[in-house]
């Protein structure tokens, strides 16, 4: 079982690495295709990779933050993100048919 962290971005990096998180592999870009059961995903993923990754039956956190729109689109450092509430937080989904 293998933990990733998908993130571009260097203060969320480096706010994984200082709140201790065990990560096996950081990625920049997300290919499901490397994701087995048992796995976790950290990061900002789109529902629909959420999805993929839940029917690979791997769990998905999602980096979660309380961030001001002026914030937005801005780079945070992991000082930043611990401000404004950076969390990992547990979520599924799935594809329906409609």
């Given at each position: ?5 998908i ?8 706010w ?29 993923l ?30 945070l ?22």
């Amino acid at each position: 079982m293998s933990t990733y962290f998908i993130s571009r971005h260097p203060g969320a990096i480096a706010w994984a690495e200082e709140e201790g998180f065990h990560v096996d592999s950081q990625l920049a870009h997300f290919d499901v295709e490397v994701v087995q059961a048992g796995d976790k995903v950290l990061g900002t993923l789109p529902v629909n990779l959420i999805a993929d990754v839940n029917a690979r039956d791997a769990e998905y956190f999602h980096l979660t933050l309380d961030l001001p729109p002026e914030k937005r689109g801005t780079e945070l450092s992991a000082e930043d993100m611990r401000c404004y509430g950076a969390r990992l937080e547990a979520f599924a989904a799935q594809r329906l048919s409609i």
